[in-house]
């Protein structure tokens, strides 16, 4: 379990085929910092599990699964990417309770520059707008917002400086993909007023 709430922006050192999947290798800063094998990080909001650890690179194996409904896949050598180590008993929750589990890509539709502010519009899936809300939460590449107006098949946030200086999404261009994950407690009650059975 996550926060939505980035600890630090890091940067793929290498990409490795380890078929059927990837190894990726990320410089992980401070987040490298007493975390042990096995550990689960976030990355760009898919949680991953640390399988090696020299100093502050990471390691992580990525499957065919995960490469193929995430945005990680497409990561190469140099790109940075949005961390957050898991959630612990008794640490504050200053986003939303985030799975690390992706919901789907989505993709940068739009994008409005205020001075060092910026409104972003994203294309979703249609399925996923029952679990969205206007002042209700969503997760962006990681990243916990709030959720300004919902369509059919897109939605907006509005970024404060802060998180476009040091997330990923300050430096997305139209047509970036991006991984969505909706509000856990959204997925419930929609489950609920559908009727839909496991």
């Keep these: ?45 898919c949680c991953l599990t640390a399988v090696e650890i020299a100093g502050e690179l990471l390691s992580f194996e990525a499957g065919p699964e995960t490469l193929a409904r995430t945005n990680l896949g497409k990561l190469q050598a ?26 789907a890509v989505g993709r940068l539709d739009a994008r409005l520059n205020e001075g060092p502010w910026a409104n972003l519009w994203f294309a979703m899936p249609a399925a996923l707008g029952r679990q969205m809300a206007s002042k209700g939460s969503v997760a962006v590449d990681g990243v916990s917002l709030t959720l300004v ?9 509005a970024l404060i400086p802060h998180t476009l200086s040091m997330t990923t999404l300050g430096g997305l261009r139209v047509g970036d993909p991006v991984n969505l994950e909706t509000d856990l407690l959204a997925k419930y009650v929609e489950k609920q007023l559908h009727g839909v059975r496991s």
């Design 149 to 157: 107006d919902v369509e059919r098949e897109r939605f907006s946030v």
């Design 78 to 103: 140099g790109d940075r990417v949005n961390l957050e180590r898991s959630l612990r008993a008794g640490d504050p929750l200053g986003g939303h309770y985030v799975t690390g589990h992706v919901d």
């Design 1 to 45: 379990m996550f926060t939505g709430l980035i600890e630090h922006l890091g940067e793929v050192s290498a990409v490795r085929e380890e078929p059927p999947g990837r190894r990726l290798v990320v410089k992980a800063g401070p987040v490298a910092n007493g975390i042990a094998l096995g550990a689960s990080i976030a990355i760009n909001g």
